[in-house]
């Protein structure tokens, strides 16, 4: 692969400082810059995008077609009620791998339901910033 959408959802341009107990001290810029650095090391150009609108996430996705060998995608509270983002994953048709920092299975029951796993290529929760650069290495080394 030599193109990878890195695209953050809602709140998670506050990481770092947003509940630090949950989504740990780490900026997104820090995370951006180790995901870059990772691809680098693969030869793939990554770029990222964050968005707190629905609407501007879905372009991404969109335009991500015309570009993108595959997405890592944390869509943050959208993750638990967008039928929208669903669709439009189903419909760019290239791999994404659902990624989230904490481990939302340990959390409150609401964050137990992504609306998106059923159309991912597959998924990473827990790991804090590591989870991202796991979704993108199993894209990297993907068939
Ligand atoms: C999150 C988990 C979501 O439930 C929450 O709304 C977020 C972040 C995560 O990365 O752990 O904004 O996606």
Redesign the pocket.
């Known amino acids: 692969m030599n193109a990878i959408l890195i695209l953050h959802?809602?709140?998670?341009n506050l990481l770092g400082s947003r509940e630090p107990d949950?989504?740990g001290a780490m900026t997104l810029e820090e995370i951006n810059m180790k995901l870059v650095e990772l691809g680098k090391s693969f030869g793939t150009d990554v770029k990222c995008v964050q968005s707190n609108h629905e609407g501007v996430l879905i372009d991404a996705l969109h335009e991500a077609r015309g570009w993108a060998n595959g997405v890592v995608f944390?869509?943050?509270?959208?993750?638990?009620t967008s039928i929208a983002l669903r669709d439009a994953i189903v419909a760019i048709g290239i791999p994404v791998v659902e990624?989230?920092?904490?481990?939302?299975y340990a959390?409150e029951k609401f964050?137990h339901n992504s609306m998106i796993s059923a159309v991912c290529r597959g998924k990473v929760?827990?790991f804090g910033w590591n989870?991202y650069l796991l979704g993108l290495r199993a894209l990297l080394e993907a068939e």
Do not use: A, F, I
């Not at 990624?99 to 939302?104: A, F, K, R």
């Open positions: 959802g809602p709140n998670l949950v989504y944390n869509p943050g509270g959208y993750t638990h990624v989230h920092l904490s481990n939302v959390r964050r929760v827990g989870s």
